[in-house]
């Protein structure tokens, strides 16, 4: 090695020493420099050991094999692979997203500052407060009892407070265990099927009817009004049901759901009601399941703040499981469920349980009733588009989803043609299960000119 290279090289050693003993005090060691004598050294050859060479390490652990059943990936993460996907092959184009139900706009600024006051709260010492209960703050149970199910018979202590439906649901899945049977709305929320696969309450995935063995799929169609003719169905120990209904945006009538809920009894089955829409519901309606008269000894009700006031992100949610509910052994489901939610859960964030609280304070309700109003705008813009071009619609009414008919197509094929034509993400009708084939959801969660710039390209493309 020349000199110039080994002064170089000692230059380039002090000068890194320096900075990095600067940077942790110990500047009396900054003049210390230690020249070490240098080798003329040869060629160094890196060569990558090739694949067949390489031994990879394995455990002695099997995978879970219910897991294993799953077909692809989940809906939603999939459909976000392809928008990315689609966004690298045209990076100039302005993608819309009228697919995944996440909602757009701002949260309202009574519930952000109920938030922002509690979290600074926690920096004062008044103010501060670690674990709180697992079932959530007294306050926030009894003002969603008064809120939602006044004169329904539902206490605050029947009211477990969560980070969202969605976790809820296996939650709950965990509560019943792998030896249940289960019926499902076919289409529906994919969560319930995964969940119950995962669990192991299924068999494996039958190819030929795009269905898992030993699941009740209830179809839900146009010419059963998206109601299931329960006179066909087998029984089942637990029935998720879901209404207003993603991803058809059909809400069940009264008379529906007390045809639902003697169907349950009938057979000792438990309902778990997802209502995570309940608030987009309009007229007579029912909003929650425990509108109808025995309810309360069949059925468990999940729910959300999600889609009213903006809280896909912030999480915040709630299960109703009332007194009244026991398994075979006269053993309340209640008590077990408290379990589940003490052994796998803190309770959900104090910051968002203040700004539930502040939902559901007279100007947190008229807000929330605000941003549905909004959403519901945009369903009917949607609505209006479509039938105008020709096509069957459904939904939209009481939900802020778009069921739209493209007969004798694959529901995938739509969502590819639309996403590469007119760069509008939309969700396939087949990922919500077998009786979707043929449909595409669009969401009514968008900026309104997203909405009426996506709708402008559907009139372009299938004028």
Partial sequence: MSVLQHNHLAASLSSSTSSFFAQNGLDVLRTQIVSVPLKKAGVCKCVATSPAEQTAYKTKVSRNGNIAKLQAGYLFPEIGRRKAAHMLKYPDAQVISLGIGDTTEPIPDVITSAMAKRALGLSTVEGYSGYGAEQGEKELRARLASAFYANLGIEEDDIFVSDGAKSDISRLQVLFGSNVTMAVQDPSYP????????????????????????????????????????????????????????????????????????????????IVYDSAYAMYVSGDTPKSIFEIPGAKEVAIETASFSKYAGFTGV?????????????????????????????????????????????????????????????????????????????????????????????????????????????????????????????????????????????????????
């Fill in 191 to 270: 969560a319930y099927v995964d969940s119950s696969v995962i669990m192991g309450q299924t068999g494996e995935f039958q190819k030929d009817v795009e269905k898992f063995a030993n699941i009740e799929y209830m179809k839900c169609t146009p010419e059963n009004d998206f109601f299931p003719d329960l006179s066909k169905v087998s029984r089942t120990d637990i029935i998720f049901f879901c209404s207003p209904n993603n991803p058809t945006g059909s809400a069940a009538s009264r008379e529906q759901l007390i045809q639902l809920v003697k169907f349950a009894k009938d057979n000792g089955s438990i």
């Fill in 315 to 463: 999480r915040l949610g709630w299960t109703v499981v009332p007194k009244e509910l026991k398994y075979s052994d006269g053993f309340p489901v209640a008590k077990d469920f408290n379990r589940i939610v003490c052994t796998g859960f803190n309770g959900a964030s104090n910051i968002a349980q203040s700004g539930g609280l502040a939902c559901l304070s007279p100007q947190g309700l008229e807000a929330m009733r605000e941003v549905v109003g909004f959403y519901k705008e945009n369903t009917q813009i949607i609505v209006d588009t479509f039938t105008s071009l020709g096509f069957k619609v459904y939904g939209g009414k009481d939900a802020p989803y778009v069921w739209v008919h493209f007969p004798g197509q694959s529901s995938w094929d739509v969502f590819s043609e639309i996403l590469e034509k007119t760069h509008v993400v939309t969700t396939p009708g087949s990922g919500f299960g077998p009786a979707g084939e043929g449909f595409v959801r669009v969401s009514a969660f968008g900026h309104r000119n997203n909405v009426l710039e996506a709708c402008r390209r559907f009139k372009e493309l299938y004028k």
